[in-house]
């Protein structure tokens, strides 16, 4: 190709340079988040037993292709198109008349977030038809109405409509309540629906257990690499979300979400591992420090900080944080009083701390980050009125209510058919055994004739 050597030779030239640099951002930073796949796999494989691991993978591996596959021929345009509710026809459906292919590609790894959060909670006892149905749905239609109603210019809560609610809308910069708590919402019905998983409240004919039976992670190191990678993609999930670089002022927003995003994380750990240790030692008289509720605490700073991490102060981010640990422990601890069996506890850190996150950004909102960010006047209650916080609470109602109201029909439907839940026999042998061709680990030791032929001869060896 032969190119110009300096922008001086190409009028033309700056402007490509400045578009590319724009592209290649948010294409980095949409990888990031795609990578958050690989982290919520290894986080679920790590988290369910030794029996259970492929059926796990492979519906992670699913939600990917699923959403992928939901989201361009349906998703995207019901989301983004034109429409009082629903966007209802335009480019965007298959991509037939849209050429801003960035666009769908950071925005097909945000629906895969929100479907595979729910792959964690109905683990080790969801049929795969079911979870494919639920994924699929989830991609093509659910999530894409809360999107369209909060991220695109017409939604009835968007920031970025020309006359938003109460002169600001709703501030969701990274999805709190559009990503998280849609897709914990999700997982919540299904756990009810789903019922529990054999032996975790109720012995074999069905009588309550004393004390919860708790099923121990099969793989800490795997669950401590998911987090890990889950953070990392946060990275291109919150500071992605300026969806450029070059305009002036937003690398400043990029780098604040970066570091709010960081606090939060840091101190949600911190703040979930030491209050479960203190309730530990109040109610024991020993003090211990539980792996789980440090990487999940994490996991929770994470999802509260989304919403207002181009907003919000650093020093405020280190509240949210903390906040959002103590939202994890006491929401986790009301699942088990309700006997509601999350398997990977996604529903304390995306759904609750969703919730929290949505809140903390009507509280902490700072007016030099919003009119940065948003061009918006009003801000967090904090600092000037209450507008922001009501827009909060009215978007936190609406997924809520929208999401429970079409999953829970749709969740019925599938239970009643049968596909929803696996056979208790194929439940206790696992479902790698009983649907995957067998055990995801090769446990098989080698033949007791060799191994006592070799150790003879071993010790013949020695003794000379």
């Known amino acids: 190709m032969n190119l110009p050597r300096n922008l001086e ?6 402007a490509d340079l400045i578009a590319g640099t724009d592209i290649f951002y948010s294409l980095f930073c949409g990888a990031a988040i ?9 986080l679920c494989a790590g988290s369910v037993r030794q029996k259970n691991v492929k059926n796990i993978m492979l519906k992670n591996i699913l939600d990917a292709c699923g959403g992928a596959l939901a989201y361009w021929a349906c998703g995207f345009g019901v989301a983004y198109e034109s429409g009082a509710f629903i966007g209802t026809r335009g480019g965007r459906f298959f991509l037939h008349d849209y050429t801003n292919y960035i666009d769908f590609f950071f925005q097909f790894t945000f629906a895969a977030t929100a479907a595979t959060i729910v792959a964690g909670t109905v683990a080790e006892r969801c049929k795969m038809v079911a979870y494919l149905c639920y994924s699929i749905f989830l991609t093509a239609f659910v999530y894409p109405v809360v999107v369209h ?9 968007s920031a ?18 559009v990503v998280h708590m849609t897709g914990g919402a999700t997982a919540l019905v299904a756990a009810i629906i789903l019922g529990p998983r054999i032996g975790r409240f109720y012995d074999e004919d069905g009588n309550l257990l004393d004390k919860p039976h708790d099923f121990p992670p099969h793989s800490v190191a795997l669950q401590v690499l998911g987090t890990f990678i889950l953070w990392f993609g946060w990275y291109g999930f919150n500071p992605g979300s300026t969806l450029a670089i070059s305009p002036a002022g937003y690398g400043d927003v990029a780098a604040l979400c970066a570091v709010t995003t960081t606090l939060s994380a840091a101190t949600g750990a911190v703040s979930a591992m030491f209050t479960d240790t203190l309730l ?13 509720m440090c990487m999940n605490g994490c996991l929770g700073g994470l999802v509260g900080i989304t919403a207002g991490c181009s907003v919000v102060e650093p020093w405020a981010a280190v509240l949210i944080g ?24 996604a529903i304390p850190v995306h759904f609750f701390n969703g919730i929290w996150g949505c809140i903390a950004t009507g509280l902490f909102a700072a007016p030099r980050h919003t009119a940065l960010a948003y061009g918006a006047t009003n801000c967090g209650l904090f600092y000037s009125n209450a507008n922001l916080l009501v827009n909060e609470i009215l978007g936190i109602g609406f997924i809520i209510l929208w ?11 599938l239970n009643m058919l049968g596909l929803f839940r696996v056979d208790p026999l194929e439940e206790r042998v696992g479902l790698d055994i009983s649907h995957h061709k067998g055990a995801a680990y090769d446990l098989s030791q080698p033949d007791a004739a060799d191994v006592e032929v070799f150790t003879s001869k071993h010790g013949k060896d020695n003794a000379m």
């Open 9 to 14: 030779e190409d009028d033309g030239g700056l």
């Open 34 to 42: 795609f990578l958050m796949q690989c982290g919520f796999a290894m």
């Open 149 to 157: 109603a909060i991220w695109n210019g017409e939604g009835f809560l």
């Open 160 to 177: 970025f409509a020309t006359d938003p609610v109460r002169g600001v809308g709703m501030i969701d910069f990274a999805g709190s309540g």
């Open 280 to 292: 530990g030692f109040l109610s024991e008289g020993e003090a211990e420090y539980d792996l789980t």
């Open 322 to 345: 903390a906040i959002s640990g103590i939202v994890y422990v006491f929401s986790s601890k009301l699942l088990v009083k309700l006997k509601i069996d999350d398997a990977v506890d």
């Open 403 to 413: 999401v429970a109201g079409i999953m829970t029909p749709f969740f019925f439907v």
